[in-house]
Each structure stands twice: as C-alpha cells, then as structure tokens.
C-alpha cells in the first residue's frame, strides 16, 4: 500500500501496488497515484502537513483535449520499492521521474516517463505523423534544461496557421515568445493546409 514517511517527506510505492505489464516492466497509473496521495494528506497523519502535489486536469480546447499533468512539490520525493524491474508512468504528464531536482530517490529501479512534449491526449483524425513526433520530441530533448521541459509540459500550446500551413507552438512564460514550433504533415509528409484546429491531432501523447 502506498505509504508516506512525513518526517523525511518520503512517498514509499511497492512493487506489489504497480500493474504488472510483461517480464519485469511494471506500470503506475499516475491519475490514481495522486488520488491516493489525497487520501493521505485528509487522513489524520496527513493533516498536519503540506500538499504533497499539485493537479491540472485534462482540459479541452476548441475540440484538442490537452493531458493532465501531476506535479510532486514542497519537498516531498519518490522511492519505488527496490528491486530489478522497470516502472512505466502511465496517465498523465508528471515530474516524477526526475533525479536531478530530488523528486525520484534512484536505485535499481528504472522509471520509465510517458510525458509527451504536444500534450494532447486523442482526438480522432490524425494529422501527425510519426516523423512529426520524432521531431518534437528530439527538439525537446536538445535542450538539456530541465527547466525547459517543464515549459513545454505546462506552458501554453496552440494550433495556428502560418501562410497556409498549420504549426504546434509552444510558448515561454510570458504566453507570447515561442520555445517550440513545428509545421504539421499528412500521412503522406504533405503540410497540411486545410484542417480546422478542433480536429487535429491523435497520439502525440503517446508516442512522444
């Protein structure tokens, strides 16, 4: 059972709690990880405490659901129980997985993040294809910062249309300076030119 340790600010996952996929590949689904992180800070240990996490639900947008993202905060950190296996992070876009500002106590475990650079969750006609999702995700990871990953995860997206073309932004802090803009392509690589922005995109979450 998930557990916390408030004095060190420890949230404890065993193994025993994960879903197992095949071999040793394990999956925690995020969305009721943090519902039960809720339940223990409204229990009577938890109370005293602060949050242990911030959530943003998904939201819908002029018909693209964006996906829901799952911040761990105030200092509280995660440790998987240990062993040989992998844990994939499934149902949400989250910081979890990350070591270099103390959130993820490293061991044996490897954590496998499922956070998507585009954000957005299924929507049916897809106008994005597997190239386009190579090619946010390596722009993503160019960039070394860890700040800046957390800008594309939160910070404001749209669709808009340049010339003729649509393009994903992805804008700074200020809603207003791009970090990231990439031109959408049909399956057959052509710009796409004539789709309206409430029916784009299918699985830049998940493969991203």
């Not at 129980?81 to 949400?92: I, K, N, P, T, W």
């Not at 700040?147 to 809603?175: C, H, P, Q, R, Y």
Request: cysteine-free; glycine content about 8%.
């Amino acid at each position: 059972m998930l557990s916390i340790t408030w004095g060190t600010k420890i949230i404890n996952v065993l193994q025993a709690d994960l879903t197992p996929v095949t071999g040793t590949l394990y999956e925690l689904d995020t969305d009721q990880f943090r519902k039960d992180l809720k339940s223990l800070e409204d229990g009577e240990d938890g109370m005293p405490f602060p949050d242990t996490h911030t959530h943003n639900t998904e939201v819908t947008v002029a018909g693209v659901t964006y996906a829901r993202f799952i911040e761990i905060i105030n200092g509280y950190s995660i440790t998987f129980e240990d062993g040989q296996y992998s844990v994939r992070l499934a149902g949400s876009n989250n910081n979890f997985f990350d070591v270099e500002n103390g959130i993820l106590n490293q061991n044996q475990v490897q954590v496998i993040s499922g956070n998507a650079a585009g954000l957005i969750v299924v929507v049916s006609g897809s106008g994005v294809t597997s190239q386009d999702k190579l090619d946010i995700a390596d722009a993503v990871w160019d960039h070394a910062d860890g700040d800046f990953m957390v800008k594309i995860i939160k910070n404001k997206k749209s669709l808009e249309k340049t010339g003729a073309v649509w393009e994903l932004v992805i804008f700074d802090d200020d809603d207003v300076t791009p970090i990231l803009q990439k031109d959408l392509k049909d399956k057959d690589g052509n710009n796409i030119t004539d789709l309206e922005a409430g029916v784009l995109a299918q699985e830049l979450a998940t493969d991203v």
